[in-house]
């Protein structure tokens, strides 16, 4: 499997879990895991789009560079939630698919720089 299809996320994943009974905890992520997929896992305090009967319980990749960024981002991100919000498991996948490190994107998106083929135009201009 080549790096980029490692590092996207897949879209909002069901628990498969009716809405009428409770979220699955910790065995979830457990589940996950024995097939080598890392869980970004909802906001209870923000709920997601819900299907009709069934609850959502996050993103999920194979790539843990993703997930540490999208964690990294949950904070820096959250405040701008009310303009042009991303959620951090986009904003990190789409990072470090173009060959970015945590540490060196969240430098760039802290910064204001959302893609990182404005970081790398940014990089290339001359001193002015």
């Known amino acids: 499997m ?3 299809a490692l590092g996207r996320p897949a879209e909002w994943i069901c628990s498969g879990v009716p809405t009428q009974q409770p979220a699955p905890e910790h065995q979830t992520a457990d589940l996950l895991r024995e097939r080598d997929l890392l869980l970004f896992p909802v906001d209870p305090v923000r709920s997601p789009p819900r ?3 069934r609850r959502l319980i996050g993103y999920v990749t194979r790539d843990p560079e993703v997930i540490r960024l999208a964690l990294m981002l949950a904070d820096t991100v959250d405040d701008a939630r ?10 990190a996948a789409r990072w470090v698919q173009a060959g970015y490190s945590a540490e060196a994107a969240i430098r760039w998106i802290t910064a204001g720089v959302r ?5 790398q135009t940014a990089l290339r201009a001359p001193p002015g």
């Open 82 to 91: 009310d303009t042009g919000y991303e959620h951090p498991m986009l904003l």
């Open 115 to 119: 893609w990182p083929k404005a970081a």
């Open 51 to 53: 299907t009709r009967s």
């Open 2 to 4: 080549d790096r980029a």
